[in-house]
């Protein structure tokens, strides 16, 4: 387990270098990948935490996968609005 979690995190977290490079000039990038980084280690922490809590209120991790699983969802959907961002704003310049 703990190999995957490493290859998983292993291949994420680099990543979030590249897209912000992607959408942002490079005199900006520094700052919003470190704005980016903080903010996924803030999420890691509050995550465990909010299942911890989850747990003791209700005796089951159930509800706590749950909880991670719809966290996971709103990434999904806000990765997609930004590659699909570009595509509308071309469209809606000449269509």
């Avoid at 706590?64 to 990765?79: D, S, T």
Wanted: proline share 4%; aromatic share 12%; hydrophobic share 55%.
């Amino acid at each position: 387990i703990s190999g995957l979690f490493g290859l998983f995190q292993g291949g994420i977290v680099p990543m979030y270098a590249v897209i912000i490079r992607q959408f942002l000039p490079p005199r900006e990038a520094g700052v919003r990948i470190s704005l980016v980084l903080m903010a996924t280690v803030l999420g890691m922490a509050c995550g465990g935490l909010a299942a911890g809590y989850i747990f003791d209120a209700t005796g089951s991790y159930r509800l706590a996968f749950l909880h991670g699983f719809l966290w996971n969802i709103v990434n999904l959907v806000l990765v997609s609005g930004l590659i699909l961002w570009p595509k509308l704003r071309q469209r809606r310049k000449f269509g």
